[in-house]
């Protein structure tokens, strides 16, 4: 079997892993944001945008140890999440903010966030958790 197969496998249990911590942090994400309109009528661009800085702490952990298994260390990998996370965050803010002049805020949130998920696997994969354990694909 040559290498190629091995780590697409790998890969994609690092997508699937990915996906499933990204399931439970947009869970975090639209449990904030909803609050924020419904409960203390916040503007919807920033009850998203808190909804989001909210969940990168629960994604981050769980996306280190859980989804790449990385030894990268703490404060290097949380910086580099944190980069990416402002990258997206405003390209989920903008993205956000025309397609709620379309879409009721939660169809909307739910578009921006696929929008910006593979484009994050991909930089965190990368970069941020660059000396994980590729060849794991345990689930």
């Known amino acids: 079997m040559s290498a190629a197969p091995v ?7 690092q997508f699937a892993r990915y996906f499933v911590v990204g399931c439970a942090a947009l869970a975090v994400h639209l449990a904030v944001m909803s609050a924020a309109i419904e409960l203390v009528g916040m503007w919807e661009t920033w009850a998203s945008s808190l ?12 996306q280190r140890r859980y989804t790449f298994r990385s ?15 402002l990258l997206t965050l ?12 379309k879409l009721h805020y939660l169809p909307a949130q739910l578009l921006s966030t696929a929008v910006v998920f593979v484009m994050n696997f991909h930089l ?3 970069f941020t958790f660059r000396q994980s354990i590729t060849s794991d694909n345990r689930p």
């Open 71 to 85: 030894s990268v260390p703490l404060a290097t990998g949380g910086a580099l999440f944190v980069g990416f996370a």
């Open 124 to 126: 965190n994969r990368r």
């Open 7 to 13: 780590r697409s496998a790998a890969v994609r249990g």
């Open 90 to 101: 405003t390209i989920n803010a903008a993205l956000f903010d025309w397609l709620t002049g």
């Open 51 to 62: 909804g989001l800085a909210v969940s990168l702490g629960v994604n981050f952990l769980l």
